[in-house]
Every structure is written in structure tokens, then in C-alpha cells.
């Protein structure tokens, strides 16, 4: 089975800091991608990567920024972060010709 | 600007009973996906459609989609407590598999006994 590992299930951040929600996925898919989940608003696509070192901004990037240094790990990185992050945080990663995107278990995010 | 929209938004509906979930989409898409979410839980692909016409069926679960009418239904049969949870559906606006997903807000099922 696909593999997406959040590294945390929980985190809680002051406002003003640098936060790193770490991803990994253990199928060699090319894609990755980080949403967030709010109540009411569904899923939103916050920045996607297609390979290595590639990232594009999805719907909502203001305030986030990601890293992929390697296949396997997407990073979303909140350089400064504030209580309206304050959110669930959803990777997933796919790969051609599958068609599905598989998601990790999540991490719930409260910035105070 | 691409929409989804899913109604009901929530649904609370006895067992046994049959009931569809719609999800309607402003933009062509040449795929369809629906999730299930438990609380607490992260999102389990249910299916994907991926033609005009299509139809998929596990279990008590159907989807179908109607490309012309940018229309999907998920339809529940026969619902039991277990069906309980929140389903979403999602399109793929870039489309050939770009895997962007842009999602409706979610329909919360409640199976009461």
C-alpha cells in the first residue's frame, strides 16, 4: 500500500513563527501536493510539485512557501505563522498513469 | 474561477433508507473523484470517473457522472450507521491527470439507526 506520512498528527506554533510540516511518501510518485482543510470550506490547494526541486502555486500560497529537495519529502514551510493558519494540513502525493491521489493522515495545526 | 458545489451539506438519514449526494462543477473536468473522510481521519479515495457516462459501484455506494450536465452523484442504498462520515467529490480542472484537485465542501452523513 501507499505510504504518506505526515511527521506530525498535532502541532501548536506561537504567532511570528517559522513552521515546517514535513511530508514523506514512499512509492517514487512524482507528484506531490499540500492542502488545507477548514470547516465549511472543504480542501484548498496550497502549493504542488511535479519533481524534484519544481514547486507551483496552487489556489491559496499567500503566507506559505514549500521545499522538495528529494522525490520522496514536500515540505510546506509558514515563515511567519498566524492564527488564520491556524488549520488541518493535508499532503498527497500521485503518480501517472494511476489515477488516484493518495493523502497522508494529516496535521492539525493551531497557531496561538 | 472553478466551482464545486455539493449538496446536501449535511444529511442525516435512517438506516435502511436510499439517498444521493450531488456534486455540480462550473468547468469542464475530464475526471471526477470522490473521498470519504472519518473523523479525525484523513481522505480514502472512494472513485474516479473518468468519462461521460461513467458509473462505479462498491457496495452500498453508486457514483456516476453526467460530463455534459458537469454533474455527479453519489447514491447510497440501503444506508447503514457505518456509511457515516463526510464525502466530498473532486474535479481536476487542469485535467490530464494534473491531479490539481479543486474539491466541494463536503457532504457530513449521519446513519441513524
Known amino acids: 500500500d501507499v505510504k504518506v506520512t505526515q511527521s506530525s498528527r498535532y502541532l501548536v506554533k506561537r504567532t511570528g513563527e517559522k513552521v515546517f510540516l514535513e511530508c514523506v511518501q514512499d512509492?517514487?510518485?512524482?507528484?506531490m501536493f499540500w492542502y488545507r482543510q477548514d470547516p465549511g470550506l472543504g480542501l484548498r490547494l496550497i502549493y504542488f510539485?511535479?519533481?524534484?526541486?519544481?514547486?507551483e502555486k496552487g489556489d491559496i500560497p499567500e503566507g506559505y512557501s514549500v521545499s522538495r529537495e528529494k522525490k520522496e519529502r514536500f515540505s510546506l514551510i509558514l515563515e511567519s505563522a498566524s492564527t488564520n493558519q491556524t488549520s488541518m494540513y493535508l499532503c498527497?502525493?500521485?503518480?501517472?498513469?494511476?489515477?488516484?491521489?493518495?493523502f497522508g493522515q494529516g496535521t492539525r495545526l493551531t497557531v496561538v | 474561477e472553478l466551482k464545486v458545489e455539493q449538496n446536501p451539506l449535511f444529511l442525516s438519514m435512517q438506516e435502511g433508507k436510499n439517498y444521493t449526494i450531488y456534486c455540480n462543477y462550473s468547468?469542464?473536468?475530464?475526471?471526477l473523484y470522490w473521498y470519504r473522510q472519518d473523523p479525525g481521519k484523513s481522505l480514502e479515495s472512494l472513485f474516479v470517473l473518468l468519462s461521460n457516462g461513467a458509473v462505479k459501484q462498491e457496495g452500498r455506494l453508486m457514483a456516476s457522472l453526467d460530463t455534459k450536465a458537469r454533474l455527479s452523484t453519489l447514491h447510497i442504498t440501503a444506508a447503514v450507521h457505518d456509511l457515516s462520515a463526510t464525502y466530498f467529490c473532486?474535479?481536476?480542472?487542469?485535467?490530464?491527470?494534473?491531479?490539481?484537485?479543486?474539491f466541494g465542501k463536503g457532504t457530513k452523513l449521519s446513519v441513524i439507526p
Open positions: 512509492m517514487d510518485h512524482e507528484n
Open positions: 468547468t469542464t473536468s475530464d475526471r
Open positions: 510539485s511535479y519533481d524534484v526541486k519544481m514547486k
Open positions: 498527497a502525493s500521485s503518480s501517472p498513469p494511476s489515477v488516484k491521489a493518495f
Open positions: 473532486a474535479v481536476d480542472p487542469a485535467g490530464a491527470g494534473s491531479y490539481q484537485l479543486t
